[in-house]
């Protein structure tokens, strides 16, 4: 295990630590488009690695879903099963 030589609690703080050089990170490429556009980050692409981003929904308990927010619930376990 590498030795934490630095940790951070916060995306912004975060992403503004790998800009500065710090290090890496996994964050959603939707949170730094805007830093991958001005060339301030990269994709690092790693071979043999899975990872998994977990995915929550929450609804309000008597509220029935729409037609459109069920079949997206039934895309998403379709594709991780």
């Not at 590498?2 to 939707?30: D, K, W």
């Not at 790693?46 to 039934?74: G, H, M």
Request: glycine share 4%; proline share 2%.
């Amino acid at each position: 295990m590498p030795i934490i030589g630095l940790q951070i609690n916060g995306l912004n703080e975060t992403i503004r630590t790998v800009i500065a050089g710090y290090g890496v990170t996994f964050v959603s490429s939707l949170e730094v488009n805007e830093h991958l556009a001005q060339e301030q980050v990269a994709i690092v692409h790693v071979e043999e690695v899975n990872l998994k981003n977990p995915i929550s929904l929450c609804t309000r308990e008597k509220d029935e879903l729409s037609k459109i927010a069920s079949n997206f619930i039934d895309s998403i376990k379709n594709d991780t099963n």
